[in-house]
């Protein structure tokens, strides 16, 4: 039996949050103080789950249905979680990790209708019961969100292309995880400035380092 000594945080958010870039932020804080930082993502982090990753994103794939979709991340999940976020943990490290589980209950469980326990259950499977420490939401209005994301240079991707009420559904779906995990799920002002969303960021982080 290992010992996970790590401390697994993930940071989750609409289309167009700014997780990345505050990510990007508060990785250079930590390292500047010394931290053992691992930064990864979902969908995607390794090889395989990079691959599942382009499956489930290509704009191309319209047919996908949404237990397929739900599958395909929880499977790319497995393969991330055993592959790099267990032994990160286990060698004592911080793992900042954009997007994990509750983009799955959110998107595919709630916004999508196959039920946010059949999302749980099948993500059961995959990673038992590792849920993250603390998962920071970056809150910004799904509609800010997605002008940011068709304005800026990022490549836009199937579920970007969703319509606007969709995106609404998952942030309502994102509601109700903050209800279920008051302790773990933090919400943090997206709409601030980058320097003062990192600077919140980091101060939520630090009540737990
Ligand atoms: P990203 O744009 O933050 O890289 O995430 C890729 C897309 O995948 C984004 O639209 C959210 C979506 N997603 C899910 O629907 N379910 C999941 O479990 C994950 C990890 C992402």
């Known amino acids: 039996m290992f010992i996970l000594n790590g401390i697994f945080i993930t940071f989750e958010g609409p289309e167009g949050s700014g997780k990345t870039s505050v990510i990007k932020g508060v990785t250079e804080q930590l390292l500047k103080e010394n931290y053992e930082i691992l930064t990864t993502r979902e969908p995607g982090g390794i090889r395989i789950s990079e691959k599942i990753r382009d499956i489930i994103l290509d704009v191309e794939h319209k047919e996908m249905t949404a237990r397929t979709e739900a599958l395909l991340y929880a499977a790319s ?10 032994p990160a943990l286990e060698a004592g490290k911080i793992i900042l990790c954009d997007r994990f589980i509750d983009s799955s209950l959110a998107y595919q469980g ?11 259950e099948i993500n059961r499977f995959g990673i038992g019961n ?3 420490v603390l998962t920071i939401f970056i809150d910004v209005p799904p509609q800010v969100g997605l002008n940011r994301v068709f304005s800026n240079t990022r490549k836009v991707d199937r579920l970007d292309l969703e319509s606007l009420a969709f995106h609404e559904k998952v942030y309502e779906g994102y509601m109700q995880l903050k209800d279920r995990f008051p302790k773990r799920i933090k919400f943090i002002d997206g709409q601030n400035p980058l320097e003062k969303v990192i600077e919140d960021t980091l101060k939520v982080i630090k009540e737990i380092l």
Do not use: T
């Open 130 to 132: 590792n849920l993250p």
């Open 77 to 86: 999940r497995s393969q991330h979680y055993e592959e790099k976020i267990k």
């Open 110 to 120: 709630y916004a999508r209708e196959i039920g946010v326990e059949e999302v749980f």
